[in-house]
């Protein structure tokens, strides 16, 4: 008996959703995978590097399965509503698919609406490193929000294909490492 298309995309979407202990993001106090990547922002192509980014504060990393999906919009239009929150605090938004750079050239512009970059990995390197990757399909990003402190360490990590607690969460998590900062400063 040969399964229909919608009982193979169900057994996809569950098999996505579904926790997967050999895909388990990483944890707090966690060290986070340098990389540098080709990004866009404001449609603008540049070669995107963690370290460099650290150099300034934290780091937001995001993933996300593909641009210009309906979960994928609404997140990036999410962050770039908050950017100017994230930027208070001293934190740069990233976020990682596995789209082409030409795509997000556009994604860039449209739906991250110039506030903060996107980096491709066409190749899976980085969504590899982060445990990331979909669990059958290497080529798409879970959706994966992680804090990281400018030491290079995990802060916050933050699992869900819902795009509706990416933002808050890891806004959370930056709040709370700027106050133990400020608070350590005194």
Same mark, same amino acid.
């Given at each position: 008996?040969?399964?229909? !298309?919608?009982?193979?995309?169900?057994?996809?979407?569950?098999?996505?959703?579904?926790?997967?202990?050999? &895909?388990?993001?990483?944890?707090?106090?966690?060290?986070?995978?340098? /990389?540098? @990547?080709?990004?866009?922002?404001?449609?603008?192509?540049? *070669? /995107?590097?963690?370290?460099?980014?650290?150099?300034?504060?934290?780091?937001?990393?995001?993933?996300?399965?593909?641009?210009f999906? !309906?979960?994928?919009?609404?997140?990036?239009?999410?962050?770039?509503?908050?950017?100017?929150?994230?930027? %208070?605090?001293?934190?740069?938004?990233?976020?990682?698919?596995?789209d082409?750079?030409?795509?997000?050239?556009?994604? =860039?512009?449209?739906?991250? %609406?110039?506030?903060?970059?996107?980096?491709?990995?066409?190749?899976? %390197?980085?969504?590899? =490193?982060?445990?990331?990757?979909m669990?059958? *399909?290497? =080529?798409?990003?879970?959706?994966?929000?992680?804090?990281? *402190?400018?030491?290079?360490?995990?802060?916050? #990590?933050?699992? *869900?294909?819902?795009?509706?607690? &990416?933002?808050?969460n890891?806004?959370? #998590?930056?709040?709370?490492? @700027? @106050?133990?900062?400020?608070?350590? !400063?005194?």
């Amino acid at each position: 008996m040969k399964p229909t !298309s919608a009982a193979l995309l169900a057994t996809c979407v569950l098999a996505a959703t579904t926790p997967n202990p050999a &895909h388990a993001e990483l944890k707090p106090g966690d060290p986070a995978p340098d /990389f540098t @990547a080709p990004a866009a922002l404001g449609g603008q192509p540049f *070669s /995107f590097s963690l370290a460099d980014a650290l150099k300034k504060g934290p780091v937001v990393l995001y993933f996300y399965p593909k641009a210009f999906t !309906s979960g994928c919009t609404i997140e990036a239009n999410r962050f770039a509503e908050a950017h100017d929150d994230y930027a %208070r605090l001293g934190a740069t938004v990233i976020g990682v698919s596995g789209d082409d750079i030409e795509t997000l050239q556009r994604f =860039s512009v449209t739906e991250c %609406r110039n506030k903060f970059a996107v980096a491709a990995d066409a190749d899976g %390197r980085i969504m590899k =490193s982060y445990d990331a990757a979909m669990p059958f *399909s290497t =080529s798409y990003a879970r959706r994966i929000s992680y804090v990281i *402190s400018p030491e290079g360490r995990i802060a916050y #990590a933050y699992s *869900s294909m819902s795009p509706e607690q &990416h933002v808050p969460n890891t806004l959370d #998590a930056v709040r709370r490492w @700027a @106050a133990a900062r400020n608070g350590s !400063s005194r």
